[in-house]
């Protein structure tokens, strides 16, 4: 069973930095991209990074590039994605997704529960 | 970024009846590709649709996309209790990936 944690939510203040990371179990991690989507508190989804199963390639979304970095770790099943420069609008909840497809031409298969960010003075 | 466009933004209906839902791109999606999504309250998303009209693992058949282009179409023919909630669709044949602003599906 595929199986998608993330972890690293919490309260952070404005402008301040915060790492998600994202466990996957129960599939060959290493063969799939991975995303992040996120969704604020009573909003629709956004597309906001994806890595391509080697970690060779990384997609941003505009509004946020310069501010994220996306990683993986094969060796450990695990992704990432930093966040710095945060702001109130980033307060939102982080989900972790497996792609299938090529070069950011990805539908999302399998979700995780999520991860909350408040951003918060 | 291809801009998704779903109507209605809200859908009242009764268990058994049928659900139609539509998500209208801003230009063509390339290989139809588009997915739809179902959301529960409190839970992540599902995927539901994948490639304009294939079914993903488990989902019922009474769930089923078409359309091409830029208009697509979510159908469920008779709607269970479990089927309420919020639905999305989801292009990946541009540049980057983007979602439409979901259809709330509401126990009339």
């Known amino acids: 069973e595929v199986q998608l944690m993330e972890s690293g939510g919490g309260l952070v203040q404005p402008g301040g930095s915060l790492t998600l990371s994202c466990a996957a179990s129960?599939?060959?991690?290493?063969?799939?991209?991975m995303n992040w989507v996120r969704q604020a508190p009573g909003k629709g989804l956004e597309w906001v990074s994806s890595i391509t199963s080697s970690g060779a390639y990384k997609y941003y979304a505009d509004s946020l590039k310069g501010r994220l970095t996306i990683s993986r770790d094969n060796a450990e099943n695990l992704f990432y994605l930093r966040m710095n420069g945060l702001t109130v609008e980033d307060t939102a909840i982080y989900y972790c997704?497996?792609?299938?497809?090529?070069?950011?031409?990805?539908?999302?298969?399998?979700w995780g529960q999520g991860t909350l960010i408040t951003v918060s003075s | 970024e291809i801009v998704l466009t779903q109507s209605p933004g809200t859908l009242s209906l009764s268990p058994g009846e049928r659900a139609t839902v539509s998500c209208r791109a801003s230009q063509s999606v390339s290989s139809n590709s588009l997915g739809w999504y179902q959301q529960k309250a409190g839970q992540a998303p599902r995927l539901l649709i994948y490639?304009?009209?294939s079914r993903a693992t488990g989902i019922p058949d009474r769930f089923s996309g078409s359309g091409s282009g830029t208009d697509f179409t979510l159908t469920i023919s008779r709607l269970e209790p479990e089927d309420f909630g919020v639905y999305y669709c989801?292009?990946?044949?541009?540049?980057?990936?983007?979602f439409g602003q979901g259809t709330r599906l509401d126990i009339k």
């Open positions: 989801q292009q990946y044949g541009g540049s980057s990936i983007t």
């Open positions: 490639g304009a009209s």
């Open positions: 129960g599939f060959a991690f290493s063969n799939f991209a």
């Open positions: 997704a497996r792609g299938i497809g090529n070069h950011l031409k990805y539908y999302l298969d399998s």
